[in-house]
Structure formats: C-alpha cells, structure tokens
C-alpha cells in the first residue's frame, strides 16, 4: 500500500538558507530512491522559516529504507541544529473517500 509521508521543519532564525539547501539535496537525492514515487519541498509564503516536504513511496518498507539511506542519515544530522523545534513527520495512506 502506498505511503504519504508529510514532513515539516522551522528553521532557526537565520538559518532559512542552509535549511532550504539541505532540504534540496536530500530531496534531490531521494528522488533517485526505487521506492520513491514523489517528492517535493515547500517553503511558507507566509512564513519564510517553515518548510514541508511531501513524498509518495511505494509502500513502508520502501520509507524504512529510505530512513536508513546515507542521504537521509546526512539530512537529518544536519537539519537538527538549523530546526528551533522537533520536526514533524507523519506517515498517512489515502483515504477511501
């Protein structure tokens, strides 16, 4: 079954930039990933330090994978320290209706 996968990060102030770059070649990298159907970043229009990342993987084997992958490992060691707060990551399957 196939997995959505929302993930939101605020960057500390100032740290926008490294933020939106890191997020770029991970999700660059991810895209390259066998279970990886879709990936995308999304930054605030309202608020410049808040980033989403949406993915469609092919099922939770292929995000337990992916969660184990180098780039991902990478991201997350440097995303933490650019963050002012936990990110936010949920796991969802579509709706029937």
């Known amino acids: 079954m196939e997995l959505f996968v929302f993930a939101r990060f605020h960057a500390r102030e100032g740290q926008e930039a490294t933020l939106a770059q890191a997020i770029c070649e991970s999700v660059t990298a991810s895209r390259e990933e066998?279970?990886?159907?879709?990936?995308?970043?999304?930054?605030?229009?309202?608020?410049?330090?808040?980033?989403?990342?949406?993915?469609?993987?092919?099922?939770?084997?292929a995000f337990d994978l992916h969660a184990e992958l180098p780039h991902t490992v990478r991201f997350l060691a440097c995303?933490?320290?650019?963050?002012?707060?936990?990110?936010?990551?949920?796991?969802?399957?579509?709706?029937?209706?």
């Open 34 to 61: 066998a279970g990886c159907l879709n990936i995308h970043a999304f930054r605030s229009v309202r608020d410049p330090r808040l980033f989403y990342i949406h993915s469609r993987l092919k099922d939770e084997a």
């Open 79 to 97: 995303a933490r320290p650019l963050i002012d707060h936990a990110l936010d990551v949920t796991r969802t399957e579509r709706c029937a209706f």
